[in-house]
């Protein structure tokens, strides 16, 4: 959702934990099951709107909502792509047009034309018709961007005429016209480069500014973001827009890469007649980026339970070291409070007293923002720099910090130099430590079978593997010692494996579940030496 619903996407606490693991007997006995009838009830809330709540316990890894988009097209801030298929085009030497229309398609041939959910007859007909590729400067990409911005609001006006039942779902959910109409360069840029462009340039008088503006709120406040690889799109979908935010959600979602349908899947236990819940923000940022971002994008001021807690329930993804005095934490006075400051939580007689005022947190906090994302992320050295150099400043668990560690976690043993085998035991243990930290906060911020959870498991069988043989070949463990670790390592691949599977089969997450997949088999042969290891 614009922040779109994000694709970054538990189990009972059971499955939940990191190095308790999830039992495999558990995991394999999950068979998808065929859904009968709604496992969802719909209430009001007077603060949220409609919310859906689990109408009976639903597991983790359960299918919630499986559902066909009603509209699908580029996002707001794409780049130039095909209408059809939605591949990015800047690359190509020269962008083939529609001989219909005249807008980018990626070839004559795209498998997206004149077809639902990608460039369809109607809409090239209307576009063709209103000469609108006349508003298209191919000498000015930026220009073409900004074009981009009316596709998916006219698809969803054409669906007034070509299928009304979906026109009225989607136009019964939120815009928030109200509090945005009071936001200036909000408004403004949508009458400019939306409404004008519809009725104005194009001469489309059949549609009100009125109901193009509140096209533009709905698909702010409810599109998902999807597509695989790089693909930049949104899609309004009938129901699972009416799952509420929360910063620690019980849900995640995957989308088709062909046909785009998005099903949302249990993270966690939700038990009977609690909300179903997803993150409208990044889960891996502190209170006060989600918070400023859910306001300015959603609208709305999340009060959560992690949001209402300094320490961000115990993982301290927001703490900042004091400079004043040892062991001291700078956390935020009152995280509800955009403007609250920031001070030392160590005891007075500790620390001298350190504070920070909201303002200067920010800009900090922005500048070391800035150094962390124009890291190569290949560059393992840089990466391990930063972390380095700010071990004094944010915590070991700060987001910052924890994103760099993510990227090492993916990147110790796949780049040249640093390919697995040729890591050494100091990097392969460092690898798996960075996995275990990994795994330890996003078992409180995104719990359960999530993909990050899937990815950091798979991410952490290799060292685990390596180490174990190196061991066995420089000092003999004990048959019962080598059966105990393969045990581990098992569980780790199997959740992987089973949570890798929810992936697309092709997007980097599902083909390493195939990996997952294979590397259980290789621990299967361990059986011939140590005997059977569940
Ligand atoms: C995608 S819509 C969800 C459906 C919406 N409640 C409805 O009735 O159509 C997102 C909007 O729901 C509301 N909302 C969702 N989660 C919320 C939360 N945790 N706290 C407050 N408002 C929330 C906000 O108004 C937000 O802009």
């Not at 689990?54 to 801030?77: F, H, M, N, W």
């Not at 597509?227 to 949104?234: A, L, T």
């Not at 420089?474 to 390592?489: E, H, N």
């Not at 997952?516 to 621990?523: S, V």
Request: include cysteine.
């Amino acid at each position: 959702m614009s922040c779109r619903h994000r694709r970054k996407k538990s189990g009972s606490s059971r499955s939940s934990k990191s190095e308790s693991g999830n039992s495999s007997s558990f995991l394999e006995d999950i068979i998808e099951d065929h859904f009968i009838g709604p496992k969802y009830d719909v209430k009001i809330s007077k603060v949220m709107g409609r919310y859906i709540v689990a109408r009976k316990d639903i597991r983790p890894g359960e299918i919630i909502i499986s559902e066909q988009p009603l509209v699908v097209g580029p996002c707001t801030d794409c780049r130039v792509q095909c209408l059809g298929c939605y591949k990015n085009l800047e690359s190509e030497d020269k962008i083939f047009k529609c001989s219909g229309c005249g807008w980018p398609l990626c070839s004559k041939k795209c498998p997206g034309r004149k077809r639902q959910h990608g460039h369809t007859q109607i809409e090239c007909t209307i576009l063709q018709e209103c000469k609108s590729a006349a508003f298209l400067n191919y000498d000015d990409l930026q220009d073409v961007r900004a074009n981009f911005q009316v596709i998916v609001p006219l698809r969803c006006l054409i669906l007034k005429t070509t299928d009304p039942s979906s026109y009225d779902i989607l136009m019964d959910m939120e815009s928030h016209n109200d509090i945005r109409r009071n936001i200036p360069d909000l408004w403004d840029l949508n009458q400019t480069r939306v409404v004008d462009r519809i009725i104005k340039d194009w001469g489309l008088t059949e549609f009100t500014e009125e109901e193009i503006h509140t096209i533009c709120g709905i698909l702010e406040v409810n599109a998902f973001e999807i597509g695989q690889q790089g693909v930049n799109i949104r899609g309004l979908y009938p129901t699972s827009f009416l799952l509420s935010h929360d910063c620690v959600p019980n849900t995640n979602h995957t989308d088709h890469e062909d046909t785009y349908q998005l099903t949302i899947r249990a993270s966690t236990d939700i038990l009977e007649g609690q909300p179903i819940t997803l993150s409208y923000a990044y889960t891996l940022q502190s209170t006060q980026k989600r918070r400023e971002q859910l306001l300015e994008n959603k609208f709305f001021e999340c009060r959560c339970k992690r949001c209402s807690d300094p320490t961000e329930l115990g993982t301290y993804v927001g703490a900042l070291h004091c400079p004043k005095c040892d062991n001291g934490l700078v956390l935020c006075d009152n995280p509800l409070d955009l403007e609250s400051p920031w001070s030392c939580t160590n005891v007075r007689n500790v620390c001298p007293g350190y504070s920070l005022s909201a303002h200067s947190h920010k800009l900090l906090i922005n500048r070391i923002s800035n150094e962390a994302e124009s890291i190569d992320s290949n560059d393992i050295d840089a990466l391990e720099h930063f972390l380095q150099k700010y071990r004094n400043v944010l915590h070991s668990s700060h987001y910052l910090c924890l994103g760099v560690k993510v990227t090492l976690s993916q990147v110790y043993g796949r780049i040249p130099g640093y390919l697995v085998h040729e890591l050494s035991e100091k990097q392969l243990m460092r690898k798996r430590d960075i996995c275990y930290e990994i795994l330890k906060v996003f078992d409180v911020i995104e719990p359960g079978f999530t993909r990050i959870r899937g990815v950091t498991l798979y991410e952490l069988h290799a060292p685990l593997m390596i180490l174990l043989t190196r061991q066995i070949e420089t000092q003999p463990l004990s048959k019962s010692d080598v059966k105990s670790a393969l045990k581990k390592l098992l569980r780790y691949l199997v959740e992987a494996k089973v949570i890798l599977s929810y992936e697309p089969e092709h997007s980097t997450e599902g083909l390493m579940g195939v990996a997952a997949k294979d590397a259980l088999l290789q621990i299967k042969n361990w059986e011939k030496i140590v005997g059977k290891i569940r």
